[in-house]
């Protein structure tokens, strides 16, 4: 929480689950931020993120939400939202903070006009924990005059983009990308969305257990791809050109909790009486082991 607190950003957690159980949590694992309550989902249906993919009668999993997480102003204005599709992977705290503080990256300035790109590309983080994203950090500094693409992108342009090598293992989300200008096209009613300047390009991604790499020195996976750019004039534009990255990431360990005499009992009760919902248990405890996780990456930072 260290790099929150720096950054005067609170953080609050908000769940389905009742006030007694979220204070034996807290105190159990030593939360250090704010656990709200909302036993009803009242909150979780105001905002329009109940989970509809459980039914009623799905006791105790009814009233849980989409994960996502939302980025609020000083005046209480939402200035930004993280959801993505699946359940089962999480924004890292690097995401939160990048995108709590406007999505801001230390990146130096053109000193000069030139006639190339100049590209970086970085892992954001230090490990690639199962269930947890990080990003994949493009920086192309376009020269004056000039501009890139964004999508979309009539035949024959090529827009700015991160595109991940063929691998199994590694999940790639929605693309984050920064603000956009319109130009239209000399001679044509066409207009499309362009960057210019310093453009910050960001791709979160996660692994998910496969072509894991054990070495003496732990287990690694590998994240590979290319960023594609076009520069173009008002007049012409150059040829596409691409680059290519490779990371080879330490893959973070994932802590198992002790399962509770009472989750015990419930999973014992439900298998007797209803087989088929096993294979739910095992993905909310899965969950479980998911969250607690988020909560010690959290807290390291």
């Known amino acids: 929480m260290a790099a929150f607190n720096k950054a005067d950003i609170r953080l609050y957690v908000l769940s389905y689950d009742s006030h007694k159980a979220i204070a034996n949590f807290s105190k159990t694992h030593k939360i250090t931020f704010t656990m709200l309550s909302d036993p009803d989902s009242k909150v979780i249906k105001d905002f329009g993120i109940l989970n509809t993919l459980i039914p009623e009668d799905a006791h105790p ?10 980025i609020v102003n000083n005046e209480g204005i939402i200035t930004e939202k993280i959801f993505e599709n699946i359940h089962h992977a999480r924004p890292g705290p690097e995401q939160l903070l990048a995108a709590a503080q406007g999505e801001r990256f230390s990146v130096e300035p053109t000193l000069s006009p030139t006639e190339d790109v100049d590209v970086d590309v970085a892992f954001h983080g ?3 924990p199962t269930g947890i994203t990080r990003e994949i950090v493009a920086t192309i500094r376009v020269p ?7 999508e979309p992108v009539p035949e024959g342009l090529v827009a700015a983009s991160i595109e991940l090598d063929n691998n199994p293992g590694i999940v790639a989300y929605t693309p984050i990308q920064p603000k956009t200008s319109p130009l239209t096209l000399t001679g044509s009613d066409t207009t499309l969305q362009v960057y210019k300047g310093n453009t910050i390009l960001r791709l979160p991604v996660a692994q998910n257990g496969q072509l894991i ?5 732990g287990n690694f996976v590998t994240v590979s791809g290319k960023v594609h750019w076009q520069t173009c004039d008002d007049k012409e534009c150059d040829l596409p050109e691409s680059v290519d990255f490779e990371f ?3 893959v973070g360990a994932l802590i198992t909790p002790e399962l509770s005499w009472d989750l015990f009992k419930l999973v014992t009760d439900i298998s007797n009486k209803k087989p088929h919902q096993k294979v739910i248990l095992v993905v909310a405890y899965q969950a479980f082991r998911i969250s607690k996780l988020y909560k010690k990456l959290v807290q390291d930072h």
């Open 61 to 70: 999993w009814f009233g849980i939400p989409f994960p996502g997480a939302y």
């Open 248 to 250: 080879h990431i330490k």
């Open 213 to 217: 790499e054990k070495t003496a020195e």
């Open 126 to 128: 230090d490990s690639l």
């Open 144 to 150: 004056e005059g000039k501009h890139i693409y964004s």
